[in-house]
C-alpha cells in the first residue's frame, strides 16, 4: 500500500483497521488469476485509490477516518467471490462486510451505520447517503473512477462489444452522476473539474466538438 499514503496513515493508527485491511487483501489476492479483466483489476486500480480519497477527504472534512477507511474498503467486496452483473451482487456485499467487519472487531451497532449509512447508499442511487462518513465514501468512490484510469479501463474492457454507442452513453452518464450526484465537497469538485471536462470531450463524440 506505499502509494496509498492517506491509507496506509489511517490503518497505523487502528488495529481493527489494519486487520480488516490485512483480511481484505487475503479476500482480493485469488483474483489476479481471475478470468475476469474487471476482477483481476479492481482490487489495485479501484478499491485501494478509493479508499485512499476517502481518508484525504475524512481527514479534510472532519469524519471518522476508521469508519471511512473501513467503508471504501468494504465498499464493492462482493467481486471477490461473484461477477458484478450478477444479481445477487449486493446482498453477498452485505454478508461479507458484515462478517469481516464483525471479525476484526467492529461492534454491532458500528456494523449497523457502516452497512446502512455508508456501504449500501454509497453508489447514491436513491439518493445522497445521509451521514458525513458515507458522503465521503460517495466521493472516494466517484474521485477513483475520475481521476484514476478507471474509464479508460471500463472501455477497455469493453472493446469487442458490438455497441459502441451505448458503452459511450453509459460513460457520459457516469460521469454526469460522478461530478453532479455523488461528490458532495466543493473541494473535491473542483479538483475533478479538469479530468470531468477532458473525459467528457474524449467521450463526448462528434457532437460535442
Ligand atoms: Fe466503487
Request: with cysteine.
Amino acid at each position: 500500500m506505499s502509494n496509498f499514503t492517506f491509507l496506509q496513515n489511517a490503518i497505523n493508527t487502528s488495529p481493527r483497521l489494519e486487520n480488516l485491511a490485512a483480511a481484505i487483501d487475503l479476500l482480493y489476492a485469488p483474483l489476479t488469476r481471475s478470468q475476469d479483466a474487471w476482477q483481476r483489476w479492481c482490487y489495485h486500480g479501484h478499491v485501494l485509490p478509493v479508499a485512499n480519497f476517502a481518508c484525504e477527504l475524512a481527514i479534510a472534512h472532519g469524519a471518522n477516518l476508521e469508519q471511512c477507511a473501513a467503508g471504501a474498503l468494504l465498499h464493492d467486496v462482493a467481486d471477490t467471490v461473484m461477477l458484478r452483473d450478477d444479481p445477487q451482487f449486493e446482498a453477498a456485499s452485505v454478508k461479507i462486510a458484515e462478517a469481516q467487519l464483525c471479525m476484526c472487531g467492529f461492534t454491532a451497532e458500528e456494523i449497523e451505520v457502516l452497512m446502512r449509512k455508508v456501504i449500501e447508499p454509497h453508489s447514491c442511487t436513491d439518493g445522497p447517503p445521509p451521514t458525513l462518513d458515507g458522503k465521503i465514501v460517495a466521493s472516494g468512490d466517484a474521485l477513483a473512477h475520475l481521476l484514476t484510469d478507471f474509464y479508460t479501463f471500463t472501455t477497455w474492457a469493453h472493446l469487442g462489444d458490438d455497441d459502441y454507442l451505448a458503452h459511450r452513453e453509459w460513460v457520459l452518464g457516469k460521469l454526469e452522476k460522478d461530478l453532479t450526484r455523488k461528490i458532495f465537497f466543493e473541494d473535491a469538485r473542483s479538483r475533478v473539474e479538469p479530468a470531468y471536462q477532458a473525459l467528457k470531450l474524449v467521450f463526448g463524440g462528434a457532437g460535442n466538438a
